[in-house]
């Protein structure tokens, strides 16, 4: 079993950045692609960012040179660095672990990101 806990979102001014975190529990992190994903007011879920146990990383398109996810594997971390913030990257945001052994999936509790014009 793993738990994510999450922090870091909040508002802030177009322009302006945040910085999320994720810390998971349990002994499996080495197992674990963590990513975040994100859902705005009547729109799906969708993928930030993700980031494997080799550090290998993939970045959505719209946010790409932006957004940097990082790994940090002696505190069972990851961080979502977010710059240069745009009103259309206001969401609700969710911490992600997949367990590559056993295909299952854990989600974070989300945390609120807003940006004001």
């Known amino acids: 079993q793993v738990q994510l806990a999450e922090s870091g979102g909040g508002s802030v001014q177009a322009g302006g950045s945040l910085r999320l975190s994720c810390a998971a529990s349990?002994?499996?992190?080495?197992?674990?692609?963590m990513g975040w994903y994100r859902q705005a007011p009547g729109k799906q879920r969708e993928l930030v960012a993700r980031?494997?146990?080799?550090?290998?990383?993939s970045i959505e398109r719209s946010v790409e040179g932006r957004f940097t996810i990082s790994r940090d594997h002696i505190k069972h971390t990851i961080y979502l660095q977010m710059n240069n913030l745009k009103p259309e990257d206001t969401a609700v945001y969710y911490c992600?672990?997949?367990?590559?052994?056993?295909?299952?999936?854990?989600w974070g509790q989300g945390t609120q990101v807003t940006v004001a014009p």
């Open positions: 349990g002994s499996i992190f080495s197992l674990l692609i």
């Open positions: 992600n672990a997949l367990n590559i052994r056993t295909s299952v999936n854990y």
């Open positions: 980031v494997t146990d080799g550090g290998g990383t």
